[in-house]
Nanobody, 117 residues
């Protein structure tokens, strides 16, 4: 069983930055990819950003140019740098490991991000 613990969420004003972290209990190199998802209660969980083992990244269209996913394999930690935040970015953000087919396997508990003035 892999433990994932997110941190860094909170309340931020529109246009502001926030950085999420996800600490893993296992080495990140063990997984084909790591990803961030977000979810509004009652709606489906959407993929926000993914980073693959060789470093390639994918982003949700609405966050391209504003969000950056990265990882520190020495610290077993995944990051999501979020800039120019908008109210519509308000959600619970989840860290996940991905299998080779891109499907999520392990999840963190989630961290709330609220963008509001």
């Amino acid at each position: 069983q892999v433990q994932l613990v997110e941190s860094g969420g909170g309340l931020v004003q529109p246009g502001g930055p926030l950085r999420l972290s996800c600490a893993a209990s296992s080495s990140l190199v063990n997984f084909p990819a790591m990803a961030w998802y977000r979810q509004t209660p009652g709606k489906q969980r959407d993929l926000v950003a993914r980073i693959r083992g060789f470093g390639a990244t994918d982003y949700l269209d609405s966050v391209k140019g504003r969000f950056t996913i990265s990882r520190d394999t020495a610290k077993n930690t995944l990051y999501l740098q979020m800039n120019s935040l908008k109210p519509e970015d308000t959600d619970v953000y989840y860290c996940s490991t991905n299998k080779w087919d891109g499907s999520p396997e392990y999840w963190g508990q989630g961290t709330q991000v609220t963008v509001s003035s």
